[in-house]
């Protein structure tokens, strides 16, 4: 929030974190509490806690508190994977992609270069993930299962660059998002 004041004169809230749990960039853990009465943040208005960057908190402001450093690296990563896919100019065909991590891991599993636990773990959250596009009267289904592929995306190739490599290498559909932006008549 420092670095969003010194830039924009202003700090914001990025996005809404559900399962990520470290700044990608700061390398520090994301707020769930107030740093200065540490209740819950959603008590500083409306469940994501937005009058705590404008208002504050019993006359402090949040980035007044100094920042914590994150000692998580699993956590790290996850968050450095989420934000590369958020940063992408590219998008990928979510059942294609689940398809091929699945004979991926098929053929780390043959090499004997994982374990079998961590084979059935890796096909436990790639069916898991298959449930992110669910319509349901849930707000945000894709937060129950978006963290499953990304999980994977770490274990199996470790950033998202690595799984669009891999989708290219076999002429997996790869799409720019900008042409997602253009409608054909």
């Known amino acids: 929030?420092?670095?969003?004041?010194?830039?924009?004169?202003?700090?914001?809230?990025?996005?809404?974190?559900?399962?990520?749990?470290?700044?990608?960039?700061?390398?520090?853990?994301?707020?769930?509490?107030?740093?200065?009465?540490?209740?819950?943040?959603?008590?500083?208005?409306?469940?994501?806690?937005?009058?705590?960057?404008?208002?504050?908190?019993?006359?402090?402001?949040i980035h007044q508190c100094e920042s914590k450093l994150n000692y998580d690296g699993w956590q790290l990563a996850l968050s450095e994977i989420f934000t590369e896919i958020g940063e992408s100019k590219f998008t990928v065909d979510l059942e294609f992609v689940i398809a091929h991590i699945s004979g991926e891991v098929k053929k780390l599993s043959d090499l004997g270069i994982i374990s079998e636990t961590k084979i059935k773990a890796l096909k436990h959250r790639l069916n898991t993930s298959k449930r992110i596009g669910e319509a349901s009267y849930e707000y945000r289904p894709d937060f129950k299962y978006s963290e499953c592929i990304i999980y994977v995306i770490a274990i199996v190739y470790g950033s998202f660059a690595g799984l669009l490599d891999s989708v290219r290498a076999v002429d997996g559909p790869v799409r720019n998002v900008d042409d997602l932006m253009h409608v054909k008549h």
């Open 1 to 61: 929030m420092k670095d969003d004041i010194a830039q924009l004169g202003f700090p914001y809230w990025r996005r809404d974190h559900r399962y990520v749990k470290v700044c990608s960039k700061h390398n520090t853990p994301l707020l769930r509490k107030c740093p200065i009465c540490a209740k819950d943040i959603s008590v500083h208005g409306y469940a994501y806690g937005h009058d705590l960057l404008w208002k504050g908190c019993n006359g402090y402001y």
